[in-house]
């Protein structure tokens, strides 16, 4: 029997509703989840806009795995649709959050603060769900193929670090994050190769993904993209608009694994209206190449920034050791309406081949 009022765990219930595989249902309610729910392959869990699944309190875990995460082997054809996932963070501990960056490999008994973990899955959705107030990331999803993420609003309290929305990790391939708003306290979207020891359960190559249609008011990053090494290529960024306190997209490789090759490859980013939050005075640029970072081809068109207040950021920086073998930047306009004009580019790396066509204010 399940209860949803919010009082009485209802976790045992849930679970046998997943065990029976095929469509469930959960109306409007506030179910409490005091250990991961466990969904299997060919199942969707489908939930009305008035159903909250809530981590209860000290639950200090994920609110829902895939049944091979363990195991490291694959789901086929799991989605989850619908409903408010609240992480309940006032209530949670990540162990500690001191200890955490001391650690030298990914320890499974270890909670990073992740509500929602998929590790090895092909035919994969998510959609037309919240994510309220996480320990940390919303939802990481790795070792993925053929993998879709969209409508979904991050509704975040901003009250821990490392608050990312969708963060995606190597190996994935196919996937189509799209329709994604609300401000994180971090990226809401990250798109990594390789990542830290800390929480690095898989790590490897990132190919053939879209993403499209971010907004955020007041938000983190709103894509970052990071090899280390393993490869990235052929990755779409489009439509990105709203207010960033640290950039619009980046490139970045963080010296995760020291010594190790970094590499993106067919990169697009267009569509982009974004600019910096009122009162930011920093120099973080809209689009930013991270030092060290090594790049194929790169396109990056139809950016148009407007600022209202004082900025001295760049809409393009590119740090000093970044090679880009070509990159196109085409239809790039400016304004700022109460402080001196800055150049479109700030470039300090190397392009060894440099497309310009319709630039405005560019040196």
């Known amino acids: 029997m399940l209860f949803g009022d919010g009082i009485r765990d209802d976790t045992a219930n849930v679970q046998r509703l997943l065990d029976g595989r095929g469509e469930v249902f959960l109306g409007n309610g506030t179910y409490l989840i005091s250990s991961p729910l466990i969904i299997h392959d060919n199942t969707t869990l489908r939930l009305?806009?008035?159903?909250?699944?809530?981590?209860?309190?000290?639950?200090?875990?994920?609110?829902?795995?895939?049944?091979?995460?363990?195991?490291?082997?694959?789901n086929y054809n799991i989605s989850l649709i619908g409903g408010i996932w609240d992480g309940n963070n006032e209530n949670q501990v990540r162990r500690s959050r001191e200890s955490r960056f001391q650690l030298t490999h990914y320890e499974e008994d270890y909670y990073y603060g992740i509500l929602m973990r998929f590790v090895g899955v092909e035919n994969f959705h998510m959609a037309h769900l919240?994510?309220?107030?996480?320990?940390?990331?919303?939802?990481?999803?790795?070792?993925?193929?053929?993998?879709t993420v969209e409508?979904?609003?991050?509704?975040?309290?901003?009250?821990?670090?490392?608050?990312?929305?969708?963060?995606?990790?190597?190996?994935?391939?196919?996937?189509?994050?799209?329709?994604i708003k609300g401000a994180t306290n971090d990226d809401l979207v990250?798109?990594?190769?390789?990542?830290?020891?800390?929480?690095?359960?898989?790590?490897?190559?990132i190919e053939n993904i879209a993403i499209e249609n971010l907004y955020s008011d007041n938000g983190y990053t709103a894509v970052r993209l990071l090899s280390c090494g393993s490869k990235m290529r052929n990755v779409s960024i489009r439509n990105i608009f709203g207010t960033y306190r640290y950039y619009g997209v980046s490139?970045?490789?963080?010296?995760?694994?020291p010594g190790e090759p970094i590499w993106f490859d067919n990169i697009s980013v267009s569509d982009v209206f974004a600019s910096k939050p009122v009162g930011d005075n920093s120099d973080r640029p809209i689009i930013w190449f991270a030092k060290g970072i090594s790049c194929g081809n790169v396109s990056i068109s139809n950016v148009h920034r407007i600022e209202e207040d004082v900025t001295v950021a760049p809409t393009i920086r590119i740090d000093e050791d970044v090679t880009i073998d070509r990159m196109i930047i085409s239809d790039v306009t400016q304004k700022f309406l109460n402080c001196p004009e800055i150049p479109v580019i700030v470039n300090n790396g190397t392009v060894k081949k440099l497309i310009l066509r319709d630039v405005e204010g560019q040196e």
């Open 190 to 205: 990250a798109i990594n190769c390789d990542d830290t020891y800390a929480c690095e359960i898989t790590r490897g190559d």
């Open 151 to 179: 409508h979904i609003t991050f509704d975040h309290n901003m009250l821990r670090t490392n608050m990312d929305g969708v963060h995606i990790q190597g190996i994935a391939r196919n996937g189509r994050i799209c329709n």
């Open 48 to 74: 009305t806009n008035g159903a909250v699944m809530k981590l209860a309190d000290n639950s200090n875990c994920a609110i829902i795995e895939n049944d091979t995460l363990l195991s490291r082997g694959t």
């Open 251 to 257: 490139f970045t490789h963080h010296n995760i694994h």
């Open 130 to 147: 919240t994510v309220k107030d996480p320990e940390s990331y919303a939802m990481l999803i790795c070792n993925a193929d053929n993998f």
